[in-house]
Each structure stands twice: as C-alpha cells, then as structure tokens.
C-alpha cells in the first residue's frame, strides 16, 4: 500500500483538480505577490492532503485489534462521513457548501484509490470498500504503487523497500500535481481578472 507522502500528494491534487470546477472559487484565490501558501489555497488545500492521510489512523488500533486496518476507515461509508462533516464546517464557516464538501469527500476518497491499486501482501487482501454494506475485501491486482512496511523501519532492507515505493509514488503522482498547479495558476488568475473587472464596472 502507498506511504503518507503518496498519499498526502494525491489529496493535494484532489484540491486542485477541484479548484477547476466551475462555480464559486473566487475565494480560492489569491494576489500574485501573496505567500506560496495562499495560493496554494490556504487551509483546505492543507486540509486535503491531511484527509487522504487520515484513513490510516485505523493503525493506532491494530495492538488492540489486528484486523481493523483497511476496513471502517477504508470505506465509501468514511467517505460519507467526511462529506458532512465538511458540509458543517463549511456552513459555519460560510464557504459554498457543496464545493468544499465534495471537495474533502475526494480528498478523502483519493486514499481509497491508491489502496485499490497498491500492492497488498498481506492478507485480508485489499480494503472493504463498501461497508457498511458489504463486508467484502476489493483489490484491483494491478499494484501499480509498491507495497510498504510500517515494520523494523530502522532496518536497511525495509528502509530501501520504503525509499524505493516513495519514490515510485514521486515519479507517478508529482507530474500530475504539478500539471494541476500550472492549469490552477492560469484558471484562477483569469477567474481574479473576470472578478476584479465586474468590481470596477460596478462602480
């Protein structure tokens, strides 16, 4: 299964892939001069990338309960869950509802995506994808993203099997976020533009 940094590039691009929705993102931009953070798009990008981490947090669990990783956590029925919490959050925070809810259910749902594509050699095999409708395993054998270990990480042979699945997950996901950011910086400036000019007319 990928690492955090895979995964955490993945809810990065989600953001991103978001911000060329049409609809409401002027809020989603910023001045050229402003920090890199900014126009990166500030907390939720940020937010993102933590939410497609966050599945993970099922492994605090496995002492307790060996079986629990890849299942609640992993599921569209999580997904479901971020969306509405997300749906809350963006309602007291008067930010279009519906974008930044979907938003953080994509981010989230990115996790799930690389999991199913992810080398899994340990069995159960793959995620439970539908619960809490089905308690069935899903995996798509393509292991597109090589398999880490979480195990005797200090020890040189996991060290390299780690170094070498990161930098698989660099090579495939980075021209793909760095593509999004090149589409988003031209997309959101134009979208600044039309904004600053229907100001101007008003006036």
Known sequence: MPSPFGHALAGVAAAWAADLVP???TWRTAPPFASW????????TFACAC?????DVDLVMLPFKPNVHRTVTHSLGAVLVVGLVAAAMATKARRPVTRVSLTCAAAYATHLLLDWLGTDRFPPYGLRLL???SQAWFISDWDLFRQTARRQLTSPAIIRLN????????AILIPIVVALW???VK???????????RHHAAQ
């Open 23 to 25: 609809g409401d993102r």
């Open 182 to 184: 090149l589409v988003r």
């Open 51 to 55: 939410l497609a981490v966050l599945p």
């Open 131 to 133: 619960w809490p409708f």
């Open 163 to 170: 170094l070498l699945a990161i930098a698989q997950e660099m």
């Open 37 to 44: 953070y900014a126009r990166a798009g500030n907390g939720l």
């Open 187 to 197: 997309a959101l400036a134009r979208l600044a533009t039309e904004a600053a000019g």
